[in-house]
């Protein structure tokens, strides 16, 4: 069932992700900006990992992954987690950057499309080394 939720909320990004039209912003419930998840707000990552993996389902559950700022704190807390998570980030931040430079060209959709599969393969990865799950 996991996995299923996953796949909804990636089907979801990628689809918002591939329009032709602009959709028009989405205020957060409190009326601002949510704010972009810190490591340094996180907890000690015991086991490490966890927090990577948390602010990905974070990142995931909310649609922000293309939002400034997101992969960046995603990559910046797998500094402490083993390798397969931080292997998965890189992988993550190599398709945003990807897609962000791609921006307004023909290649866009396929770009951010590859942002939710790098999303997709590292929640994967969080759920097999059950440091966290997405839904």
Same mark, same amino acid.
């Given at each position: 069932?996991?996995?299923?939720?996953?796949?909804?909320?990636?089907?979801?990004?990628?689809? &918002?992700?591939?329009?032709?039209? /602009?959709?028009?912003?989405?205020?957060?419930? =409190?009326?601002?900006?949510?704010?972009?998840? /810190?490591?340094?707000? &996180?907890? *000690?990552?015991?086991?490490?990992?966890?927090?990577?993996?948390? +602010?990905?389902?974070?990142? *995931?559950?909310?649609?922000?992954?293309? @939002?400034?700022?997101?992969?960046?704190?995603?990559? &910046?807390?797998?500094?402490?987690?083993?390798?397969?998570?931080? @292997?998965?980030?890189?992988?993550?931040?190599?398709?945003?950057?990807?897609?962000?430079?791609?921006?307004?060209?023909?290649?866009?959709? @396929?770009?951010? &499309?590859?942002? /939710?599969?790098?999303?997709? @393969?590292? =929640?994967?990865?969080?759920?097999? /080394?059950? +440091?966290?799950?997405?839904?």
């Amino acid at each position: 069932m996991n996995r299923s939720l996953c796949v909804t909320a990636l089907a979801a990004l990628l689809i &918002a992700g591939c329009s032709s039209e /602009s959709p028009a912003p989405v205020a957060s419930p =409190a009326g601002g900006n949510a704010p972009v998840p /810190s490591p340094s707000m &996180a907890p *000690i990552d015991e086991p490490p990992g966890t927090n990577t993996c948390k +602010l990905l389902v974070a990142a *995931i559950s909310g649609a922000t992954l293309m @939002d400034p700022g997101v992969v960046r704190a995603i990559v &910046a807390a797998s500094s402490t987690a083993d390798a397969p998570v931080a @292997d998965a980030a890189t992988r993550l931040e190599t398709a945003y950057t990807a897609a962000t430079t791609a921006s307004g060209s023909p290649d866009e959709p @396929d770009r951010v &499309a590859a942002v /939710s599969k790098a999303a997709s @393969d590292m =929640a994967t990865v969080c759920d097999e /080394s059950d +440091l966290a799950t997405v839904g």
